[in-house]
């Protein structure tokens, strides 16, 4: 009753704005046969959950996260403390260049004894104690560069950052504490990328299509969702198997566990009133069409859809006839009692 209450009192109120005539065109509706289409229930899981874990000791000196924060990859989520790596970073970056300056000195040594050599200027005993001294040099970079690196690599372990784009759901550290090398830290999803499930009876499992988009209704939103994988163990008592879908959305938010909806065609085919798809639009929260009478106004009925055939919609609803002018172009402009041009008659 509420719902109808809302629907009049919408349709009075868009029928104050409609000036003038709208341009439609329109095509006549017909009766025909159709695929219904059967409406299952499933559930939403997040593609991406992950428990976050420290990689190193230490006492967690800053948290920069709460739980509900939005994050992005690559973003800090806490620091532990550091000090000592940091003095040990600081000399080993010494270390780095007193190894260069020696090789360099080494290498000047090397070219200059390599030039007195060819000319038999000096003993190759003298020569070979040059050349040593020149490979250790180069050795001693490469090791105090190797030690300064393995360092660097465990002064990134002392903060932890976010795998990917998500939410954080779980904090499981305090300022101060401390923490070994697998703590837990928090859990974080990634609510863009959803996978939903279905439990389905086979003859449904068959039809479906890898290279297809099936429209999935969550919450107040439809999306665009692909099949991902039909899973061959299914519940004996009642036939059914589970099926998986996956998508993407952006700028929406869905609850882990969240009701998904699907709507399947049958085989068998039932008959119908029969339009152009384009002719139904969701304005109100729900499918409808205009139909034109013979006074050239447009009138709005709410339909059900049955299925759909191709480019055809099946439809139902109460007063639907054959031969009605149903409007399939400029729909989205058309207001309720509008008076309208059909441009092809």
């Known amino acids: 009753m509420v719902i109808k209450k809302v629907l009049f009192v919408a349709i009075v109120a868009t029928s104050l704005f409609a000036q003038g005539e709208a341009l439609v065109n329109t095509e006549s509706l017909k009766k025909g046969k159709i695929n219904p289409l059967t409406e299952f229930i499933g559930s939403v899981k997040f593609e991406n959950s992950s428990n976050l874990a420290s990689e190193s000791n230490g006492l967690v000196k800053k948290i920069f996260f709460e739980v509900g924060d939005k994050v992005k990859k690559g973003q800090t989520l806490i620091s532990i403390d550091s000090s000592i790596l940091d003095a040990q970073i600081k000399a080993a ?18 070219n200059r004894y390599s030039a007195l050599l060819k000319k038999d200027s000096i003993a190759q005993k003298s020569f070979d104690d040059v050349y040593l001294a020149y490979e250790m040099a180069k050795q001693k970079v490469e090791s105090s560069n190797a030690n300064l690196k393995e360092l660097q690599i465990q002064k990134d372990k002392k903060s932890l950052k976010a795998p990917y784009d998500g939410i954080i759901v779980e904090k499981s550290v305090n300022l101060n504490e401390w923490v070994s090398n697998g703590t837990k830290i928090a859990k974080i999803v990634n609510t863009t990328d959803l996978e939903m499930t279905f439990n ?9 299509d890898k290279t297809k988009k099936y429209e999935i209704s969550l919450a107040d939103t439809t999306i665009q969702a692909k099949l991902y994988a039909a899973i061959p163990s ?21 609850f882990d566990g969240a009701q998904a909806k699907v709507k399947l065609a049958k ?47 099946g439809i ?22 509008q008076p309208v041009k059909v441009l092809n008659k």
């Open 200 to 208: 389905l009876p086979l003859e449904y499992v068959y039809q479906l």
């Open 234 to 254: 299914g519940d004996t008592l009642t036939r059914t198997f589970p099926v998986r879908f996956k998508a993407s959305i952006k700028d929406k938010f869905i």
């Open 93 to 110: 970056v010494a270390a780095v260049k007193i190894a260069q300056v020696e090789l360099k000195n080494a290498t000047n040594d090397y």
């Open 267 to 313: 085989k068998v085919k039932e008959d119908a009133f029969v339009i152009n798809r384009d002719a139904v639009i969701k304005r109100f929260n729900q499918d409808l069409i205009f139909v034109i009478d013979d006074k050239s106004m447009a009138n709005m009925i709410p339909v059900q859809i049955i299925g759909f055939d191709g480019l055809n919609a």
């Open 316 to 337: 139902q609803a109460q007063g639907l006839q054959e031969g009605m002018k149903v409007v399939v172009k400029g729909n989205e402009r058309v207001f309720p009692n």
